[in-house]
């Protein structure tokens, strides 16, 4: 509940919204014990009084009636139709999305296309027809507004539902022999409750406007008593004469539904998982930058990071996932990146251009120089130029860089469009010939086929075919083969490498895979809690490796025709990076460590072999 709150009112429009609401639900309640008027006692002689009128601070209506006392009245009816409304559409709705969504088939047609008939008719139209059936009232009105919403959870829900039933956790519940029941209610359920509260909280002040519409139009709440949208109805004849009859409630209705609706935004970013950061849907076109100075050029490459470092930052808690990296890429050179899951490998090479999202990602240091130009804090256009055209990126999963809706052709015809004054003729036969080259049988046919219709191969020789588009320079290739067989695995590798020899490429290669690197890598760099702990020639490294971190990670991998051994493990896990140790940061799971290794800062010593150790395993 704390960290809800925190994340809630990390947002400033949520947060102001659930001060008003909160003030205005807090007076709701209190107002029978508060020294009113009586909402509904009449006396003609003070008809239409001004605001801060003696005895009434808000002024009268047509009867004499107080206006304050009307409001809080009328405000604590309208809250409490609205939310028993949006109360019983949400679990009416929910319900029926559930069972159609779960069960499916037959059941789900029939449902669905009962629900398609209930929005085929607009809401307010349909609310007035079950009013007119029913008969003027506010009852009436709560149950006209809560059934026509009801569409609206059970569409949603449905949705929700259909696509967890077919998840695997699912499935293993029917294997381990529960029933639908239990299932649904252990498994699903779970799921939708986030879902339900989000759909209920965003709706909320529509229902209280719509009630307050039909109490407007004199088929909710009758008189004498007041509900908000009865008010205004009352005050509509004198609106030019005592407009203040009319602006009271109004703007009441206007701080609820205001309040209502950010708060319900807030409400949606702190229960969902992918907004859990406060940060927008929508992240920044390029990483923030907040750098003080530049690091100077001590080396020259055609690509180098000079001490770059990359924040997350999400509330008080800073996450420094690339923590004073150093890297040199020359041309035609591969260097391969390696480290355990949360190193910092995929967050270094994003940093490169610009590409981690911001917020919360946070560039706080160093730099990244292409051919001597640092690209930390360049202008997007610049960024936006350079991005496919002379550093290209190939990613793990192959949909996350191909449109589901897109045929193959198409999109790569886009990326050469995007770089290059080609025609959409010329694009696409360059498309043809960029699926030849990575080696795609057919290629003229596969052009024209959807992404779901190929391979995870053949998807990933077209994510290959898009980062050669362009001819790039860089390719920065990040865990490009981590999904697929060892057949498939072994022609990417041998696909890139030849590229890269024939082309003169230069990859920045990030795996977690030793074999990998040493088919396929010049150099090698070993992350460790975003810090770069081992670098050389990758022969040299993996034949005496002086880190004991890297020592025992090629202890991991194991040997085919080498007899029976225990596979080793590294022991422990890896540090948060939000919490390093200070000194080394592999020190708490080394068997080497000493006082030393946890004093202070530790630096990566050498030229050609390079290593972050006081006590190595190997003089490099």
């Known amino acids: 509940m704390r960290l809800f709150l925190q994340l809630l009112f990390r947002n400033r429009l949520a947060g102001f919204g659930a001060v008003v609401l909160g003030v205005i639900v807090v007076l709701a309640v209190l107002t029978p014990i508060l020294p009113l008027h009586p909402p509904n006692e009449t006396n003609t002689a003070n008809r239409f009084l001004r605001p801060l009128s003696e005895g009434h601070w808000l002024g009268t209506d047509h009867l ?35 069972l159609a969504g779960y069960f499916g088939g037959r059941i789900d047609n029939v449902t669905m296309r009962g629900i398609d008939m209930l929005m085929a008719f607009p809401y307010i139209l349909l609310a007035l027809a079950i009013v007119a059936v029913l008969g003027p009232g506010l009852m009436n009105a709560l149950i006209a507004v809560a059934v026509v919403n ?89 609106l030019i004469t005592a407009p203040h009859t009319s602006i009271v409630p109004g703007a009441m209705i206007l701080l609820i539904v205001m309040s209502v609706n950010l708060l319900g935004d807030g409400v949606r970013d702190a229960l969902d998982p992918r907004l859990r950061s406060g940060a927008p849907s929508r992240p920044e076109a390029t990483t923030r930058v907040e750098r003080a100075t530049a690091p100077e050029a001590t080396e020259s490459g055609l690509l180098r990071l000079d001490r770059l470092e990359t924040q997350f930052r ?8 690339v923590n004073g990296v150093s890297l040199n890429l ?24 610009g590409l981690v999202a911001s917020p919360p990602g946070v560039i706080t240091g160093g730099a990244v120089r292409l051919d001597g130009q640092d690209l930390i804090g360049a202008p997007y256009e610049m960024l936006r130029a350079l991005r496919g055209r002379r550093v290209a990126y190939i990613f793990q999963d192959p949909l996350s860089t191909l449109h589901p809706l897109y045929r193959i052709g198409d999109q790569l015809a886009e990326a050469i469009t995007a ?68 057949t498939v695995q072994a ?30 890598c010049d150099r090698v760099a070993v992350m460790y809690g975003g810090r770069v702990v081992e670098e050389g020639p990758t022969t040299d490294l993996l034949a005496a490796p002086a880190h004991p971190y890297t020592r025992r990670l090629i202890a991991c991998v194991p040997e085919l025709g080498g007899g029976r051994r225990r596979l080793a493990a590294i022991p422990g896990l890896p540090p948060a990076v939000d919490d390093l140790p ?34 190595p395993e190997t003089t490099p």
């Open 582 to 615: 200070p000194g080394c940061a592999f020190a708490p799971r080394c068997e080497r460590a000493q006082d030393a290794c946890r004093a202070g800062e530790i630096a990566l010593a050498g030229k050609v072999r390079k290593v972050r150790c006081l006590f």
């Open 419 to 486: 770089h290059q004054p080609v025609g959409r003729a010329a694009a696409r036969a360059r498309a043809v010939r960029l699926l030849e080259d990575v080696r795609i049988p057919n290629p003229a046919a596969r052009a024209r086929a959807f992404p779901h219709e190929l391979s995870g191969g053949m998807r990933q020789r077209v994510g290959i075919a898009m980062a050669l588009a362009n001819d790039p320079d860089i390719i920065i290739a990040d865990e490009p083969t981590t999904a697929l067989d060892v």
């Open 64 to 98: 004499g009636r107080d206006l304050m006392s009307r409001l809080m009245w009328g405000t604590r009816l309208s809250l409490a139709v609205g939310f028993a409304a949006a109360l019983f559409a949400g679990l009416a709705g929910a319900a029926i999305g559930v």
């Open 314 to 321: 999400i509330g008080k808690r800073v996450y420094r996932a």
């Open 330 to 353: 020359s041309p035609g050179e591969c260097v391969g990146l390696i480290g355990e899951s949360g190193s910092g490998k995929s967050v270094t090479a994003l940093s490169v251009m």
């Open 491 to 520: 022609q990417v590798l041998a696909l890139l490498d030849e590229l890269r020899r024939s082309r003169g490429l230069a990859i920045l290669f990030i795996t977690h895979d030793f074999g990998v690197v040493s088919q396929l």
């Open 150 to 238: 009801i569409p609206f959870f059970a569409r949603n829900i449905r949705g929700v539902t259909a696509g967890i039933v077919h998840r695997e956790f699912v499935d293993a519940a029917r294997l381990s022999g529960m029933g639908n029941a239990r299932i649904l209610w252990s498994e699903v359920l779970p799921n939708v409750v986030p879902v339900i509260v989000i759909a209920m909280s965003t709706t909320i002040g529509w229902m209280i406007l719509e009630t307050a519409g039909l109490s407007f139009l004199g088929l909710g709440s009758q008189p004498p008593q007041a509900d908000l949208g009865s008010m205004l109805g009352e005050a509509r004849s004198a």
